[in-house]
């Protein structure tokens, strides 16, 4: 049983920054791809970034990218999200997710999910 547990949300002001972190109950190494999603009330989930094995192959949604950067560092088995420049929109519970299979990373089909952070941005 695969267990992905998300820190570091907050409240923070526009323009600001956050690092959200993702730690797994077991080897990152042997999770294809990670990724991180957002939900906003009132709306459906949402990709935010993805990267894959080795961190060589890194996917963004256009309305994060310049903004936010997507690593892991598999020795430590946690994936991480750093978010800058945040804007009111990007509030919203981030989830952390894992999938074994390669294919379209932006769709919810995963296979792992955190339980998420709350983010909050205030103009």
């Known amino acids: 049983q695969v267990q992905l547990v998300e820190s570091g949300g907050g409240l923070v002001q526009a323009g600001g920054s956050l690092r959200l972190s993702c730690a797994a109950s077991?080897?990152?190494?042997?999770?294809?791809?990670m990724g991180w999603f957002r939900q906003a009330p009132g709306k459906e989930r949402e990709f935010v970034a993805a990267?894959?094995?080795?961190?060589?192959?890194?996917y963004y949604a256009d309305s994060v990218k310049g903004r936010f950067t997507i690593s892991r560092n598999n020795a430590k088995n946690t994936v991480y999200l750093q978010m800058n420049s945040l804007k009111p929109e990007d509030t919203a519970v981030y989830y952390c997710?894992?999938?074994?299979?390669?294919?379209?990373?932006?769709?919810?089909?995963?296979?792992?999910w955190g339980q998420g952070t709350q983010v909050t941005i205030s103009s």
């Open positions: 997710a894992g999938r074994d299979s390669i294919g379209l990373v932006t769709t919810l089909e995963y296979d792992y």
């Open positions: 077991v080897r990152t190494f042997g999770i294809n791809i």
């Open positions: 990267i894959g094995r080795r961190g060589d192959s890194i």
